[in-house]
Structures are given as structure tokens and as C-alpha cells.
């Protein structure tokens, strides 16, 4: 889908490079989750596949064309003074007039991460996962071919947390887009991901492949040894010293 090549990233408030010599390949469909301690990098590099911000060197590539991206941010960033499914169709608006049609793909992805009737409510009528859902639906109304995560469920309590996850595969499973997701949890890390990254100092020291059975149920899954063994890879190589 891409390919990230020899980046590198210097903030104009600082003499020290946040991205030192990156490169990566991302493939259709898979999650890759970029792991590592604040200030590493992590939401840099999704700020440059996104195009907010431009590499002093290196190049991302898209292969087949530049593929439609969308992103979620740690903060929901509703529209306070806008229904959810105002909020859900802002993508849209932004392009063109929104009819009725646009309407009930709205309504269908709300039905989706699991708002259904809930498409008059307001933000603040919210609880926070159910304000992350609604930023998800806004996300994926437009059919994005990546979706680009940062943090999203890092203020959501490990219950809560657990079935975003589960809806994230689903929607993954349903839609097929990839993503590119960034985290601090190893053990969601270790469970969402294709591939994970983990990310110091602005470089990638390793990647680990979790490889889970998605056919299992999700419990099976998480107790799996495979499951065991790629939290133990990540721990390890984010605990090693250069």
C-alpha cells in the first residue's frame, strides 16, 4: 500500500531529529501498531503519512496511487453543538452537499461501532467510548483505504478498551482497510496487530510478528501462546539498552 523511506523529521523548536532514518512498508489490510515511549516519534510518523507534515528527507511512496486516508486522534474532537450524526457526516460536508443517501450511511456506520439510535444525542449525552465510537464512524463514512490511529482508547478504562479492540477487528474484517495505530499498551499491541513496531529514539529497533489465530474466539486468542510469547518479544526490545 506504501512504502516509508529513509525519513527524517526535525521540529523547527528543536536542534534534535524526532525521526532519524525510518523506513517501513505497509500492506493492504494488514494493522500495524507503532509502539515505543512518549516522545519517540510515534505520532510524527503517522503526521507524515498523513501529509500534515513534510519530511526534511526521504519519501513515502503509494505504489498503486495515493490511497484516501483517514484520522483518529486520542481526542474525539466532536462538534459540541452538532448531532452524532452531524458530527459522523462532517467529512462529507466538507466536499459537497449531504443528502439523504449520505444520511443513512451515516445512520449505518453509527449501527456499526454500535450507535444505533443514537444518531440525535449530542456529544455531551456521551459517555468517552461511545464519544470515541462516533469519532470512528466519522472516520470510516468516507471509505478510507488507511486509517491512521493515535491512541484512540488510551483515556478508555482495560473493559472498555478490550471491546473497541473487538470492534476495530470487526469493522477491520468487514471494510478491509489497513491502519497504521499507535499505542502504548504492549498488550493491545500485541493483540490488534499484523505487525508491530517498536519505535526509539526516532528509529524503529524491531519489529514482531504476533501472528494470532483469528478464528478463535478472542479470550482464546489473548490466552494463546503466541499471544504470550509476541508480549514477552515487545517487552523485550522495548526494556534492551542500545
Known sequence: MLSATDLHFTYAESDRPVIRGI??????????????????????????????????????TWPAGEKRLSFVFQDAALMPWATVTENVLLPLSLKNTVGESDVEKAHDMLAAVGLEGFDKRYPHKL??????????????????????????????DEILRFQMNEMLLKL????????????????????????????????????VKPSLNRDLPSFEQRGSPEFSKAVSRISKLLEARR
Open 23 to 60: 523506513s517501513f512498508d505497509l500492506k493492504a489490510g494488514e494493522i500495524v501498531s507503532l509502539l515505543g515511549p512518549s516522545g519517540c516519534g510515534k505520532s510524527t510518523i503517522l503526521r507524515l503519512v498523513a501529509g500534515l507534515l513534510s519530511p526534511e528527507s526521504g519519501m513515502i
Open 172 to 207: 477491520r474484517r468487514k471494510q478491509g482497510w489497513s491502519a497504521l495505530f499507535v499505542t502504548h499498551s504492549v498488550y493491545e499491541a500485541a493483540y490488534l496487530s499484523d505487525r508491530v513496531f517498536i519505535i526509539k529514539n526516532g528509529t524503529i529497533e524491531g519489529e
Open 127 to 156: 459517555s468517552g467510548g461511545q464519544r470515541m465510537r462516533v469519532s470512528i464512524a466519522r472516520a470510516l463514512i468516507a471509505h478510507p483505504e488507511l486509517l491512521l490511529l493515535d491512541e484512540p482508547f488510551a483515556a478508555l
